[in-house]
């Protein structure tokens, strides 16, 4: 079991400290405003002209909330992103950590929403909302001390309405969560139909089923906006809440001001610094909607981190290894004996699953699979039914599995001897482009990449449990070749109908 990343770590540490050290700079510009502002509006009234010294602190102060502003955003951001970059990774390593059989239950879809949707919601929570908490947790108190030193009856008067409206904040917001989690669950269901429509989309049309799928889509959406818009709402509303506490809040400083007869200058500068106060707690209104998001995206996340994985570590031999298989496998007893540098043919309807398991793709706890008499996995090579490949060129294609990448006249005579001379015969040869997953070759083309790719990247075992193998007319000629380029250890399975588990070993089929 996995956890999310940490937020302690070096580097995001120093990104917090500077934000907050940003929030102790812009409060103490703060004191400085508000000080320059009250001496400013008491010399205005007496009809004096202002001392150089208030327009030089004023003129500071500006300055530095500005530079302030700029460097936490800054570091904030940085924050943000670096959470990101750590979460997909810790994401990333897991979903590479499943069991094979365990990923192919899981959505493609699904899976791909944990890189959008809860990268997104960390990265505006620890890149934003957070860095917005810790400043305001500096300028608020700093802010609500400097009401007072400036008047205590003033500050006393006008943080009641601006209390009572963060207390009716607390108490609204406290279902927003539930909204995120609504919107999250249409979003995700709109994104996962889409990337599995798109892919057939012109067969679906062909079908005649573009108009029914559109309108499914327009529901969707329409669906997606009515959430949409309820939680921004909800949002909106609380920032409302806020700027009527503020308003409210004016309007009894004034009042008791007018009443008190207190000092014009000062009522000035208590307001000023009374709106200075309205900004960091809207952010804060900003930053709880963006917790509820991370919150959600959080247990989803935290949900796929939850799921055993499987510790694929292997040893290469530098040589063939024997490989033998032991135990109980749907009520039946399983003996698969390889021997050494040898071909083995594996046969029965569970055929394609005990490959699964000697290659290390799945694992079972009633299956012992030894290398040599060993646990240690040596370096094994798994061809299943589909092509594995990424974009690139044929020459990264063809050394996926190699460590260090063999030369240009290498990979060309391993391509070769597998019979995939028109593909080097094409224009760019080795640097022509490969789309993913080998759309654009043949089933016998991809096969043929993906044996010249295991004898490039020296694996000790091979494991072939392919329909592209069964369907290959050139079985034989294929394993001579293979044979001929490689000592390894190779395992055939091909399903068949039968009740029981049945291995041939031979040196050659």
Same mark, same amino acid.
């Given at each position: 079991?996995?956890?999310?990343?940490?937020?302690?770590?070096?580097?995001r540490v120093i990104d917090a400290v500077l934000v907050v050290s940003c929030g102790i700079a812009q409060a103490a510009a703060l004191a400085v405003c508000a000080f320059a502002t009250r001496d400013a509006f008491?010399?205005? !009234?007496?009809?004096?002209?202002? /001392?150089?010294?208030?327009?030089?602190?004023?003129?500071?102060?500006?300055?530095?909330?500005?530079?302030?502003?700029?460097?936490?955003?800054?570091?904030?951001?940085?924050?943000? #992103?670096?959470?990101?970059? /750590?979460?997909? !990774?810790?994401?990333?390593?897991?979903?590479?950590?499943?069991?094979?059989? =365990?990923?192919?239950?899981?959505?493609?879809?699904?899976?791909?929403? =944990?890189?959008?949707?809860?990268?997104?919601?960390?990265?505006?929570?620890?890149?934003?909302?957070?860095?917005?908490?810790?400043?305001?947790?500096?300028?608020? @108190?700093?802010?609500?001390?400097?009401?007072?030193?400036?008047?205590?009856?003033?500050?006393?008067?006008?943080?009641?309405?601006?209390?009572?409206?963060?207390?009716?904040?607390?108490?609204?917001?406290?279902?927003?969560?539930? +909204?995120?989690?609504?919107?999250? !669950?249409?979003?995700? &269901?709109?994104?996962?139909?889409?990337?599995?429509?798109?892919?057939?989309?012109?067969?679906? $049309?062909?079908?005649?089923?573009?108009?029914?799928?559109?309108?499914?889509?327009?529901? #969707?959406?329409? &669906?997606?906006?009515?959430?949409?818009?309820?939680?921004?709402?909800?949002?909106?509303?609380? #920032?409302?809440?806020?700027?009527?506490?503020?308003?409210?809040?004016?309007?009894?400083?004034?009042?008791?001001?007018?009443?008190?007869?207190?000092?014009?200058?000062?009522?000035?500068?208590?307001?000023?610094?009374?709106?200075?106060?309205?900004?960091?707690?809207?952010?804060?209104?900003?930053?709880?909607?963006?917790?509820?998001?991370? =919150?959600?995206?959080? *247990?989803?996340?935290?949900?796929?981190?939850?799921?055993?994985?499987?510790?694929?570590?292997?040893?290469?031999?530098?040589?063939?290894?024997?490989?033998t298989l032991t135990g109980m496998y749907r009520g039946k007893p399983v003996k698969v004996d390889a021997n050494r540098g040898e071909v083995t043919k594996l046969t029965g309807a569970s055929s394609h699953t005990?490959?699964?398991?000697?290659?290390?793709?799945?694992?079972?706890?009633?299956?012992?699979?030894?290398?040599?008499?060993?646990?240690?996995? @040596?370096?094994?090579?798994?061809?299943? $039914?589909?092509?594995?490949?990424?974009?690139?060129?044929?020459?990264?294609?063809?050394?996926?599995?190699?460590?260090?990448?063999?030369?240009?006249?290498r990979i060309a005579q391993t391509l070769t001897a597998f019979g995939l001379e028109t593909l080097l015969s094409a224009p760019q040869g080795l640097d022509q482009r490969m789309s993913e997953n080998g759309k654009?070759?043949?089933? /016998?083309?991809?096969? +043929?990449? *993906?044996?010249?790719?295991?004898?490039?990247?020296?694996?000790?075992?091979?494991?072939?449990?392919?329909?592209?193998?069964?369907?290959?007319?050139?079985?034989?000629?294929?394993?001579?070749?293979?044979?001929?380029?490689?000592?390894?250890?190779?395992?055939?399975?091909?399903?068949?109908?039968?009740?029981?588990?049945?291995?041939?070993?031979?040196? /050659?089929?």
């Amino acid at each position: 079991m996995s956890t999310s990343p940490t937020l302690a770590t070096r580097d995001r540490v120093i990104d917090a400290v500077l934000v907050v050290s940003c929030g102790i700079a812009q409060a103490a510009a703060l004191a400085v405003c508000a000080f320059a502002t009250r001496d400013a509006f008491a010399a205005l !009234h007496t009809g004096g002209g202002l /001392a150089i010294h208030t327009m030089l602190a004023l003129a500071a102060a500006g300055i530095v909330a500005a530079i302030c502003l700029l460097l936490s955003r800054r570091r904030a951001e940085s924050l943000g #992103q670096s959470y990101a970059i /750590a979460l997909r !990774h810790a994401l990333y390593k897991q979903i590479a950590r499943l069991p094979k059989s =365990r990923h192919d239950e899981r959505r493609v879809g699904a899976l791909s929403l =944990r890189f959008v949707g809860d990268l997104s919601a960390a990265r505006l929570w620890f890149g934003r909302g957070l860095p917005d908490v810790l400043s305001a947790s500096v300028v608020l @108190p700093a802010a609500v001390a400097i009401l007072f030193a400036l008047d205590p009856t003033l500050a006393t008067a006008g943080l009641i309405p601006l209390g009572a409206a963060l207390v009716v904040m607390v108490l609204a917001a406290w279902h927003l969560e539930r +909204r995120h989690r609504k919107l999250r !669950h249409r979003r995700a &269901s709109i994104a996962i139909a889409m990337i599995e429509r798109i892919a057939i989309a012109p067969d679906l $049309d062909l079908m005649g089923r573009t108009s029914r799928e559109l309108r499914a889509l327009d529901g #969707q959406g329409a &669906s997606l906006r009515d959430d949409a818009v309820a939680r921004r709402g909800r949002t909106a509303g609380l #920032q409302a809440i806020l700027q009527i506490g503020v308003a409210l809040s004016g309007l009894t400083m004034l009042w008791l001001a007018s009443r008190n007869g207190i000092a014009p200058a000062t009522v000035a500068a208590s307001l000023s610094v009374l709106a200075l106060i309205a900004m960091p707690m809207q952010d804060l209104g900003s930053a709880w909607d963006k917790y509820c998001a991370w =919150r959600v995206a959080r *247990e989803k996340a935290q949900r796929l981190l939850n799921e055993p994985v499987m510790r694929r570590r292997s040893r290469s031999k530098a040589g063939p290894v024997s490989v033998t298989l032991t135990g109980m496998y749907r009520g039946k007893p399983v003996k698969v004996d390889a021997n050494r540098g040898e071909v083995t043919k594996l046969t029965g309807a569970s055929s394609h699953t005990l490959a699964r398991l000697i290659a290390g793709l799945d694992a079972s706890n009633s299956v012992d699979v030894r290398f040599d008499g060993q646990a240690q996995r @040596p370096r094994i090579a798994h061809i299943g $039914d589909d092509h594995l490949g990424l974009q690139g060129s044929l020459r990264r294609s063809a050394t996926l599995m190699s460590r260090k990448r063999p030369t240009d006249k290498r990979i060309a005579q391993t391509l070769t001897a597998f019979g995939l001379e028109t593909l080097l015969s094409a224009p760019q040869g080795l640097d022509q482009r490969m789309s993913e997953n080998g759309k654009g070759l043949t089933a /016998a083309q991809s096969l +043929r990449l *993906e044996l010249a790719r295991v004898v490039l990247g020296k694996c000790d075992v091979i494991v072939i449990a392919s329909s592209r193998w069964s369907a290959e007319p050139d079985q034989n000629s294929l394993i001579e070749t293979l044979r001929g380029m490689t000592p390894a250890t190779i395992i055939i399975a091909q399903t068949a109908v039968s009740s029981t588990i049945a291995l041939d070993n031979e040196k /050659a089929l």
